[in-house]
């Protein structure tokens, strides 16, 4: 376009005028396409909702207002920073129990104009189930009551803008017997085998983070939200050593790959060589790191994809960055093109180069399509996919004492994964963007690693090797220990069986904590179908159906943080 109209001037008499007006054209064709080639949703512009319940009853309303009073407020707290625009959110809570098929007994729902700035809804409660206008309203009995929220965003908002958060409470007026968990006896950092296991050593990680290399890296006083890309002072080597300053064993740095253009769209003016010198320096930057510190891991990869009509994930080792911008001369950013919102492709490439994934805090319905399904199931993803996270923190917490209220519940499309066909392990990170790398609150991913020879410590290679048996557990409290097998096999394992399948819980807890919940899951691979409480005991026997399943277990400890186990998955034959 430009072309032709620079020839059309300069067939006029003022050959000066053809190169002034095609030069303001052309400048004003290339802003307008550059703004074109950005106006995308920015990340971290969708709904954000959850829920804060007490799992007990505050001791100073029981004091007050009876000894029988189980009185509480719950909390639903919404966020939609879309660049400012406000959305209007119905959110329905909704508490059943006591168990998993109790009925509804109380539901509140509104609708909130909400905002980047965000909208807390206080609910009182007091204790009581709603029942008929003609009879008295009864306290609930004791026992454990599941809090349910949805929260769904106006017309014209992308389908991952439903959000499900799911959390307990406990209700005890009086003495009640906790489930008897059998304890192994275990440092918090060393496991001994169970059953002619061998031994572990247990390595706390938080695996989704951000540093200025990508959205990341503010200091807390200055920290709001996400960060422009490559603007804020804090890198890689700064986020291992506040993690391991706050005690935790490893620590991933995992950058928005399409952000080492230093920009959130696409920057027409990035040099390909830059970007990827960036990565290759994380690279860098964390093995230098962990050689110099032995007994801390310090990883480094990177978050692919975009949450709108995409989905999050995390890859964990990865020599080269992927990506699929290009800049103003079509130059790939990137070393390795790889489509925008093909997963099915991306999975391809990551069995045959040998690279593991993460599900970064997945939606239940519109995120990881595989022809139109979310969390579509292919054989190559479920190679790749090791990982799905159960519960993160919020990202943009500026809390650093391990007390933050806001976290978020993503067990129900977990479980859509494990259902669909995925072998994946629940993890818990924090996905931090501020400065205070794994302590927004105690919540670790806890890999089990084949205990190194004596003197040695922790590999990388040892760690991807644990990461790809799915030898992993979710925790809340950095203090917990979790091991669930099946016939004496761990957690993660897959194998064929006959008769009987005798399922075993163990837990510790260094700081003192003890069980109040356990719930036993059962569900069957490729059905797609719905993931069932079985028991609420530690231990099960049982004689599967033919065929194949999967298990695995929810323990939730007496202050309320839940630990969840990897699956075991058995093919039962007749």
Same mark, same amino acid.
């Given at each position: ?287 230098? %790191?962990? +050689? #110099?510190?032995?007994?801390? /891991? $310090? ?8 949450? @709108?009509?995409?989905? !999050? ?96 519940? %993503?067990? +129900? #499309?977990?479980?859509?994964? /494990? $259902? ?8 818990? @990170?924090?996905?931090? !963007? ?141």
């Amino acid at each position: 376009m430009v072309k032709t109209l620079r020839r059309r001037l300069r067939s006029l008499r003022w050959p000066w005028l053809a190169g002034l007006c095609a030069g303001v054209l052309l400048f004003t064709w290339s802003n307008t396409a550059a703004a074109q080639a950005t106006k995308q949703p920015k990340e971290h512009s969708e709904l954000d909702a959850t829920v804060v319940a007490p799992f007990h009853a505050a001791r100073g309303e029981r004091v007050t207002q009876s000894r029988t009073s189980q009185s509480r407020t719950f909390i639903v707290q919404l966020a939609y920073p879309d660049e400012g625009r406000a959305h209007a959110v119905h959110w329905t809570l909704t508490l059943s129990g006591p168990g998993p098929q109790g009925a509804v007994l109380r539901r509140w729902s509104g609708t909130q104009q909400v905002g980047a700035g965000g909208q807390s809804v206080t609910l009182p409660w007091d204790g009581r189930a709603d029942a008929d206008a003609r009879e008295r309203r009864v306290p609930v009995p004791d026992g454990v009551y599941e809090l349910r929220l949805l929260a769904v965003a106006d017309a014209g908002t992308p389908q991952e803008a439903q959000v499900e958060q799911q959390w307990h409470i406990q209700v005890q007026r009086g003495a009640r017997a906790a489930p008897t968990v059998p304890a192994f006896q275990a440092g918090l950092r060393q496991l001994r085998g169970l059953d002619g296991q061998p031994g572990y050593s247990i390595v706390y990680a938080n695996l989704h983070s951000q540093t200025r290399h990508s959205d990341g890296g503010a200091p807390l006083d200055a920290c709001h939200g996400a960060q422009d890309p490559q603007t804020a002072p804090y890198g890689p080597i700064d986020a291992y050593k506040y993690a391991q300053q706050h005690g935790l064993d490893a620590l991933l740095a995992s950058e928005h790959n399409h952000m080492y253009d230093g920009s959130d769209g696409t920057n027409g003016a990035a040099i390909p060589a830059e970007a990827i010198a960036l990565y290759q320096t994380g690279l860098a930057e964390a093995a230098a %790191y962990t +050689a #110099a510190h032995p007994g801390f /891991l $310090a990883l480094y990869g990177m978050e692919w994809g975009v949450i @709108n009509k995409g989905g !999050h994930l995390t890859i964990f080792n990865s020599e080269q960055l992927l990506g699929w911008e290009r800049n103003a001369q079509g130059e790939l950013l990137a070393e390795v093109e790889t489509p925008k919102g093909d997963y099915a492709g991306l999975y391809a490439l990551m069995r045959e180069r040998g690279w593991l994934g993460q599900f970064n805090h997945p939606a239940y319905a519109g995120q990881f399509l595989v022809n139109g399904q979310p969390l579509g199931y292919t054989p190559d993803g479920d190679a790749a996919m090791v990982l799905c996270e159960v519960m993160n923190t919020s990202a943009f917490s500026t809390n650093d004492q391990e007390t933050e209220t806001r976290r978020s519940n %993503y067990e +129900a #499309a977990c479980n859509r994964a /494990l $259902a669909a066909g995925y072998h994946v392990a629940f993890s818990s @990170n924090q996905d931090n !963007h501020c400065a205070n790398w794994g302590a927004a609150y105690g919540n670790r991913t806890a890999v089990l690693v084949a205990s190194p020879a004596a003197g040695m410590p922790v590999s990388r290679d040892g760690f991807l090797e644990a990461l790809r048996a799915r030898r992993v557990f979710a925790t809340m409290d950095k203090h917990a220990q979790l091991l669930f097998t099946a016939n004496g096999k761990l957690m993660g394992e897959r194998f064929d069986n006959h008769g009987p399948l005798q399922l075993a819980t163990h837990f510790s807890n260094s700081a003192g904590r003890q069980a109040a919940a356990i719930a036993i899951f059962h569900g069957v691979p490729g059905s797609n179908g719905s993931v069932t409480q079985l028991s609420d005991q530690a231990e099960l026997t049982l004689t599967p159906a033919p065929g194949p399943h999967f298990y695995y277990v929810r323990l939730t400890q007496d202050d309320g943080n839940i630990v969840w186990s990897a699956p075991v998955w058995v093919n039962q034959l007749p």
